[in-house]
């Protein structure tokens, strides 16, 4: 493995004066998967939201040799990094076929959107067959399919996914996610990845940080964090 | 938090009552100075002056809508209107005394704007700001139009006779307006402060700052709303009524939307949620476009709203706030 | 029959103009969520521009098409100088602004052009269309230029990826910056549009109403009842609300004694309470006005 792709020194983050985030330190590797675990309320969607310029944050964020902290939600987003929201955030009254060409609205080369296009229908068949529908008529599941692959059609270098497995079944679960593992070899595509399934998650990453009431508490490879027995009592349940 | 809030009236206590009596030495200096300024100026600057007073009075009605209930109305010249055609009617073919016409033109106001505000006190912001702002633009053609000729006048207007000083005071009648005007100021302008302290108006700003905290602590928001908003017609009403006597005249071209963005500009520019700031609005609406239009024709609307937009930027609480920033600083300074 | 045929055509004329406007209140409404209250004098300046250009011996439609891009170019800069330092400002400032660029707009126009009224050409002249005399070649011409405009617009959002990405901003604003989306920059061509599209209703109505800066402040709030109608988030909506109200103005001022002549802005001040209080989602929009 080479050099981290994103590196993050004492991130504060706050809403308002209210601050949720306390110094958090941690790194995506190139090509790597970090999960954040931590219960309801730890701070994990407002670690991706800060990342994203989403809310107000301190510290120091590199990616890719790129200081981005500070900067707009939009040019974090045309630097490479996808963010797929808590809550989905499709546009739900455009179409299908819409809402994955805004996710390749930073990029010109159409001959490779279209590409692009076709191969994420060929990953979730559901869509390909909806692609004329209303984002809001869609199923809770196929709209996180929907947002997954809105966020794939930049061509990210980085995805924040925010529960990723959101309203799926266990079936599909697993089936984004080799999406995701497939996606991660073949394009050396790092990723950043909250979770609430944390035995999936452990699963799918290689490095995991926990996360309580805004501050790290705990980093590690995966493997690790996955034999703690703290973690394995509060989060895996058993 | 609860802590906190019950704390606030007992620290700030003797500093509100030091507050109170500096207030009331303030109004008692300006007051005597208002009372012997019409005895000192030319009968030109004695009318200026009475009409702003009249502004100041409209303001004033605009602000405890906006500033202190949270409301826009872009619709105020409207019951300015209503308020100076009723006073013109009812001098001119009712041959009512001027000075029974203020509570008159104040109830018809109140009434016209609670009627109004049925409908339209549904409406929160910028919608409110819409119908309002159609009902100051609909206003002009309304009172040209002929079912309601045989009282108003048509395009016309209505001529009303100017009213001489009572009781064989030695006054003339700019200055016996003056005095009368600043009377009905004085009156008006102590009732909203008292309006304002009590418990009413406590509701009244509870809904400003937060309508769902204010519902949920058992106020009936719609009631106050539309209570505010009749206050509110009332005030700017009897100013119509006073403006009407103090011109002698009143005609359908007069009571435009512009009417409604001078009374909006002195709202802003003595700063919004400020009883005495109107005054200044008041003054300065009268006499900036004065000054402007002497430069050239048309320029008054500019400066009023490059100055708006300066007011945005740098001083959002408007003069009220200039003088409060000034006040503090040499506080701090003497201290 | 005749005349009813003829007031309703007259009726879709005016309702182009009016489509307008209210197309141009619906664009800056889905960007910055608020009534541009100096839209019309927006227009009305657009007006006198093209006024100013045919006076120094432009062509008709030069000048047009000038003026056009003159006050796409100013509403892009109002935007960038004016709303954009006030993007998360309260209400207040914005109804300030936009009285103060009301009052400003309004009184530069009087300065520079005085406030006398001046006759503008129609480039359709005013004879009635085949002699008919059911409708004039100016009317035809207004209903046919808005159409157009309509056409080019709907292409525009429907098959150009910026309008794709104007349309995704209006829906969800975090969610386009989520994919990258200048936001911002998509709220200045908005207001860019809206001044456009509002100087072409400005030069196809100054031949009705003559030029002089008050001339838009009627069809501003017929603009709004427009608006209204139709739904301030749907600019389909705006545009048959903006025909329907024309012909309801028209038929109105023939048909129903004093109230649909003399009181055509009343008309206008009943439809936009009405419409606002009994069903504030318009025909067309979905809910936004929130009711106490
Ligand atoms: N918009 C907001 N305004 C104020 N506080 C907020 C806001 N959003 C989140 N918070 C607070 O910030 C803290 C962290 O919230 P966050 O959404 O990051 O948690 P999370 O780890 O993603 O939880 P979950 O697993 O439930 O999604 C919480 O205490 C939450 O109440
Ligand atoms: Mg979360």
Redesign the interface.
């Known amino acids: 493995m080479t050099g981290p792709l994103l590196t993050v020194r004492g991130l504060n983050a706050f809403y308002g004066e209210t601050q949720v985030l306390h110094g958090l330190d941690f790194e995506v590797a190139a090509g790597g998967i970090t999960a954040l675990l931590g219960a309801n309320g730890a701070g994990k969607t407002s670690t991706l939201r800060a990342l994203s310029g989403m809310i107000r944050a301190t510290g120091e964020i590199v990616f890719n040799g790129l200081s981005i902290g500070g900067r707009a939600t939009e040019e974090v987003a045309r630097l490479g990094i996808a963010h797929v929201p808590e809550g989905r955030g499709t546009f739900s009254r455009m179409t299908v076929d819409e809402n994955l060409q805004l996710g390749a609205m930073t990029r010109g080369d159409r001959a490779g959107i279209a590409a692009d296009m076709e191969r994420l229908y060929g990953f979730f068949p559901k869509l390909d067959q909806r692609r004329r529908q209303q984002a809001g008529t869609l199923s809770g599941g196929e709209q996180q399919m929907l947002a997954i692959a809105r966020a794939l059609m930049l061509r990210p270098r980085l995805m924040l996914l925010d529960e990723p497995s959101f309203g799926l079944a266990p079936m599909i679960v697993a089936e984004v996610f080799d999406i995701l593992r497939k996606l991660n070899a073949s394009d050396g595509m790092s990723m950043l990845l909250v979770e609430q399934n944390a035995t999936a998650a452990l699963d799918f990453a290689d490095q995991a940080y926990l996360i309580e009431t805004g501050n790290l508490v705990m980093g590690g490879t995966a493997a690790d964090i996955g034999r703690d027995e703290n973690v394995r009592r509060a989060y895996l349940g058993y | 938090m609860q802590q906190n809030v019950k704390d606030v009236p007992a620290v700030a206590m003797p500093d509100a009552t030091a507050m109170k009596r500096r207030r009331i030495i303030l109004s008692a200096v300006a007051i005597t100075v208002a009372i012997i300024l019409p005895f000192v100026v030319k009968n030109f600057l004695i009318f200026q002056l009475t009409l702003a007073m009249v502004y100041a009075i409209a303001i004033l009605g605009l602000n405890l809508l906006t500033g202190f209930n949270g409301q826009f109305s872009l619709g105020h010249s409207a019951f300015f209107a209503i308020g100076a055609y009723t006073a013109a009617i009812l001098m001119d073919q009712g041959e009512v005394a001027y000075y029974w016409t203020l509570p008159a033109a104040g109830a018809a106001c109140m009434i016209s704007g609670f009627l109004f505000g049925l409908p339209a006190l549904r409406l929160e912001g910028i919608y409110l700001a819409l119908a309002t702002f159609s009902l100051a633009v609909a206003m002009p053609q309304l009172l040209k139009s002929s079912p309601l000729e045989p009282w108003t006048g048509g395009v016309q207007g209505i001529t009303i006779l100017k009213p001489d000083a009572p009781f064989g005071l030695p006054l003339n009648s700019d200055q016996w307006l003056y005095i009368f005007t600043l009377a009905v100021l004085i009156v008006l302008f102590a009732a909203a402060a008292n309006l304002i302290d009590s418990r009413t108006g406590r509701a009244i700003v509870a809904i400003r700052d937060n309508s769902t905290a204010a519902r949920s602590m058992g106020i009936n928001v719609s009631l106050y709303k539309s209570l505010t908003f009749g206050v509110s017609a009332f005030y700017t009403g009897v100013a119509g009524a006073l403006g009407a006597i103090v011109i002698q005249f009143v005609a359908p071209d007069s009571f435009t939307f512009v009417l409604s963005i001078g009374l909006f500009v002195g709202l802003v520019i003595g700063g919004v949620g400020s009883i005495a700031g109107t005054l200044f609005g008041g003054l300065f609406v009268l006499f900036v476009p004065n000054i402007a239009e002497a430069i050239s024709k048309g320029l008054a609307g500019a400066v009023y709203g490059v100055i708006l937009i300066l007011v945005i930027y740098v001083m959002p609480s408007g003069a009220a706030g200039l003088v409060r920033l000034i006040g503090s600083k040499i506080a701090r300074r003497t201290s | 029959m005749d005349l009813f045929l003829h007031q309703v055509l007259a009726g879709l004329a005016t309702g182009g103009i009016y489509a307008c406007m209210a197309l141009a209140i619906v664009m800056i409404y889905q960007a910055i969520?608020?009534?541009n209250?100096a839209q019309g004098e927006m227009a009305m300046f657009s007006t006198f521009i093209a006024w100013q250009f045919m006076q120094w011996g432009m062509p008709y439609w030069v000048a047009f098409f000038a003026t056009i891009a003159v006050s796409f170019a100013a509403g892009v800069a109002i935007e960038r100088v004016?709303f954009k330092?006030?993007r998360h400002?309260s209400?207040?400032?914005?109804?300030?602004?936009f009285?103060?660029?009301?009052?400003?707009?309004?009184?530069?126009a009087?300065?520079i052009w005085?406030?006398t009224i001046k006759s503008f050409p129609s480039p359709f002249g005013t004879q009635s269309l085949f002699g008919s005399g059911l409708i004039s070649m100016h009317d035809t011409g207004m209903i046919v230029v808005t159409l157009i405009l309509l056409v080019l617009l709907f292409a525009f959002f429907r098959y150009t990826?910026i309008g794709?990405?104007m349309?995704?901003t209006a829906?969800?604003p975090?969610?386009?910056?989520?994919?990258?989306?200048?936001?911002g920059w998509m709220v200045a061509l908005g207001w860019g549009m809206a001044a456009a599209i509002g100087a072409v209703a400005g030069m196809l109505i100054a031949p009705v109403v003559f030029l002089e800066?008050n001339m838009m402040?009627?069809i501003l709030?017929y603009g709004?009842?427009a608006a209204?109608v139709g739904g301030l988030n749907s600019p389909l909506g705006a545009v048959i609300g903006g025909f329907s109200v024309g012909v309801i103005e028209n038929l109105a001022g023939t048909f129903i004694p004093?109230v649909g002549r003399?009181?055509?802005?009343?008309i206008?001040?009943t439809l936009?309470?009405?419409v606002?209080?009994l069903k504030?989602s318009g025909l067309f929009g979905k809910v936004v006005?929130?009711?106490?």
């Open positions: 969520d608020s009534l209250f004016v330092p006030l400002a209400l207040l400032s914005h109804i300030v602004v009285i103060a660029l009301f009052a400003i707009i309004n009184s530069v009087g300065f005085d406030f990826r794709l990405a349309r995704a829906e969800n975090e969610s386009a910056r989520l994919v990258g989306i200048r936001v800066p402040l009627s709030l709004f009842a209204v004093y003399e009181l055509k802005l009343t206008a001040l936009i309470v009405a606002l209080t504030p006005v929130s009711r106490v």
